[in-house]
């Protein structure tokens, strides 16, 4: 990867398509687990609920 010109909003570089490839799959893989944790926090916020209730909550979405 080379860096052809930069400016103060910009940064336009060359790389290869494999390059671009990856870089794109892993910055979904970090949206993915960006959106896991704040899942995983917001049921660690939520009460319990009992069997009943979490198989109508499920059912209601």
């Known amino acids: 990867m080379c860096v052809i ?3 103060n909003r910009n940064i336009t ?3 290869t398509n494999a390059r671009w490839n990856r870089l ?3 910055e979904k893989a970090y949206r ?3 959106a896991v944790v ?3 926090r917001e049921c660690e916020e939520e009460p319990s609920m ?3 209730e979490a198989l109508s ?3 209601s979405l």
């Open 32 to 34: 993915t687990a960006c």
């Open 24 to 26: 794109m799959e892993l």
């Open 5 to 7: 010109e930069r400016t």
């Open 57 to 59: 909550f499920v059912n």
């Open 38 to 40: 704040r899942a995983k």
């Open 50 to 52: 009992s069997v009943s």
């Open 13 to 15: 570089v060359r790389m």
